[in-house]
Structure formats: structure tokens, C-alpha cells
């Protein structure tokens, strides 16, 4: 049984720190891309980072120098490490597990954890 788990989330002051995990399991976890979504009250679910199967990390713009991807393959765990929060980083954080090219399976989405930026 394929599972995304995330965790961490919470309410935090406005230039606060964060760190979200996402657990996978039922899949094999080093030929999928992982990424990090978020989606807002009212708003589409947009991108937030990648960490792909060969290392290279990729960010949106609106987080970029404040957020860091990270992955454990041993342990089957993506991260995001979220520093100097705005109140727009308030969202729904989804991790997802994209198939690169040596997977063999469909995209598998978490069910999210809520992220709260306010004073």
C-alpha cells in the first residue's frame, strides 16, 4: 500500500521556521522525483520545490532563499525546511512523488498538513 505521510505543521509568528516531513512507503522511493505543493484558501494548488533522483533542487520564486528540499533515500523521507514565514506561506503543504523515467508507477500525492503563518 503506497502511503505519503506529511507532518510538521503548525502555527508560526511571521518570520518563523518550519520543518515539514513527508514518509513514504509502498513504492520505490530512490526512482521517484519528490516535490513539495501547497495550497492556499480560495486558491489553486501551486509548486513549491523538486529534489529529483539526481540531487538538482528546484524552487518557486516566491520561496526561493527561504526554503531548502531535502531527501533521505535510506530512510524514505523528503523534507522542507521553511525559514522567514510571511503570512502568504499560510497553505496546505502536499508532498508528491513524481515517477522519473526508471520508475514504474503512477504519481502518488500525501494528504497534506496545514501550515499557518500568522501573529
Known amino acids: 500500500q503506497v502511503q505519503l505521510v506529511e507532518s510538521g505543521g503548525g502555527l508560526v509568528q511571521p518570520g518563523g521556521s518550519l520543518r515539514l516531513s513527508c514518509a513514504a512507503s509502498?513504492?520505490?522511493?530512490?526512482?521517484?522525483?519528490m516535490m513539495w505543493y501547497r495550497q492556499a484558501p480560495g486558491k489553486e494548488r501551486e509548486w513549491v520545490a523538486t529534489f529529483t533522483i539526481g540531487e538538482n533542487t528546484n524552487y518557486a520564486d516566491s520561496v526561493k532563499g527561504r526554503f531548502t528540499i531535502s531527501r533521505d533515500n535510506a530512510k524514505k523521507m523528503v523534507y522542507l525546511q521553511m525559514n522567514s514565514l510571511k503570512p502568504e506561506d499560510t497553505a496546505a503543504y502536499y508532498c508528491?512523488?513524481?515517477?522519473?523515467?526508471?520508475?514504474?508507477?503512477?504519481?502518488?500525492w500525501g494528504q497534506g498538513t496545514q501550515v499557518t503563518v500568522s501573529p
Open positions: 508528491k512523488a513524481r515517477p522519473s523515467v526508471t520508475a514504474s508507477g503512477p504519481e502518488y
Open positions: 509502498g513504492f520505490t522511493f530512490d526512482t521517484y522525483h
